[in-house]
């Protein structure tokens, strides 16, 4: 896959076409899983003890709290009405954070709420603020080289988070005339040991963001030659603000809030800049579409598996992209860095081939995610029933399945599979095994369970929908893609198997081991 015409050609401006199966084995000769040394990551059992005492309680105090019910946006307006974005991704409580705003409105409020369980209701209202005057900014700028959409707003206003729990927020930007967008701002957690670990994606939300006309999939003509090649965080989101986050993480939040395992905060930028927060945890989330990482990213997590955390992937496509982050304004995470099938024309190419931003299993530095996720994306569009294979695994307790038994729609619209070739952990075991037929070849969605030395259990899902079925069938799954109540009780009750097992500690300490089964499952061929 070392040649100038990739994937992203064959299906522009969406990315995730079925990938040739003799060109991907081809990028995966060779490739391994680099191993990593578990003293890096503290694993020493003083460090990866139960989280203080006092975390637990404070948690349980939260949830316990009443919600707002009615924290959702009800009219977006025009996109002019009201945007904004804040000058950090993520801030630790306390922290001061700046908010820049554009609203043709005379004035705006902005409301904080805090995602969770908190009754059913999905949020609480943690702080508001007065009246801010309103005005209409600048145009943003368009950096040429990269085609990088810039806004550039002046600071607004600025708001301290002091007594602001630890969390996932959404701040809604209520303009005077009623329209409302949000801004997604995550309160992140500076030590997870004991606890289980939920990592945020805004390199994906970002990567995926059309505002100002530009992504890194097309440009505003919808042309991938066009596309960005580095998109700017100083930007508002498109759409609602948060629709990324909305769709494939808010479902999940929710559901590991309601369980009431100690839980702790970050997002994939702040784990590049400082793994710190997985040290000592028992496990790391990756939510429902996390395709961007950098190498930096992509190595602390692997540490912290090899060092004991457990991990568990909700979605599929994850860590597809090598990213790099750049700076932007004062600060040194501002960018987000992906060339893509352009990778010749990256700086950082051929001198640091670590660093080109290109897919993680393409040249230079080819390095397969199956080699830490023990699956491989491999094709866009789809949709087709969920069927589970290994009926009797831990994860499907309580799920009253048999084997062969389907749900309808659950895998799409892209998907993972165990390919034979690609490099994967062992002992690995497939719990999942569902046909489909991706641009009009048959293959296989699969999930995958496996165990690392450590004693670490990693679970993935293989599919997309796999946290938008955590509400299907109910008013809040509004992109449920025909998933029923019978769908959601099945992913629920398997999400909560998981979450409750990865929340005790190394999985291989306490559930049964995987069954090696990939030979067999695919016995008949390739497909």
Known sequence: MGGDVGLDEREAPRHGAGL?????L???????????????????????????????????AERERPGTPDWRIRSRGPATAVAGYTDRVSVTPGEECGLHVSTTAPAFRVSAFRVG????????????????PGRVQPEPRLL????????????????????????????????????QRYVPLIVRSTRGAGRTVLMHAPATWQAYNRWGGHSLYAGPSGAYADRSLAVSFDRPYDSSGAEKFLVYEWAAVVLAERLGIPLAYTTGTDVHLDPAVLRGASAVVCLGHDEYWTPE???????ARDAGANVAFLGANTCFRRVRLEPGGERPDRTVVCYKSSFRAD?????????????????????????????????YPVDAPYVVHAADHWVYEGTGVRPGDGFGHLVGVEYDRVTPGAP???????????????????????????????GAGVFATGTMRWVEALTAGTPAGGRDHGMDARTRAFVTRTTENVLRAFARGPAARHRPAPRPNAEEVYRGGPA
């Open 347 to 379: 700086p950082c190419y051929p001198a640091r081939p670590a660093q080109v931003t290109t897919d993680f299993r393409r040249s230079p530095a080819a390095d397969p995610e199956s080699s830490m996720t023990g699956v491989l994306y491999e094709g």
């Open 297 to 303: 990213q992509r190595r602390h997590v692997t540490l």
């Open 424 to 454: 994967v952990p062992e002992p690995l075991e497939i719990t999942a095994h569902s046909p489909l037929v991706c641009n009009g070849r048959r293959s296989h969605s699969d999930s995958a369970y496996y165990t690392a030395g450590s």
């Open 117 to 132: 369980w908190y009754g059913g209701t999905g949020a609480r209202l943690v702080w508001s603020s007065g009246r801010i």
């Open 20 to 24: 040739p199966r003799r060109s991907f």
């Open 26 to 60: 081809g990028a995966c000769a060779g490739a391994g899983l680099a191993s990593a040394a578990a003293a890096a990551c503290d694993p020493s059992p003083s460090a990866r003890g139960r989280p203080r005492a006092d975390v637990p309680r404070r948690q349980d």
């Open 144 to 179: 040429s080289g990269t085609r990088t959409v810039r806004a550039d707003w002046p600071r607004t206003t600025s708001f301290g988070t002091a007594g602001w729990p630890e969390g996932a927020y959404l701040l809604r930007l209520d303009a005077e005339g009623g329209h």
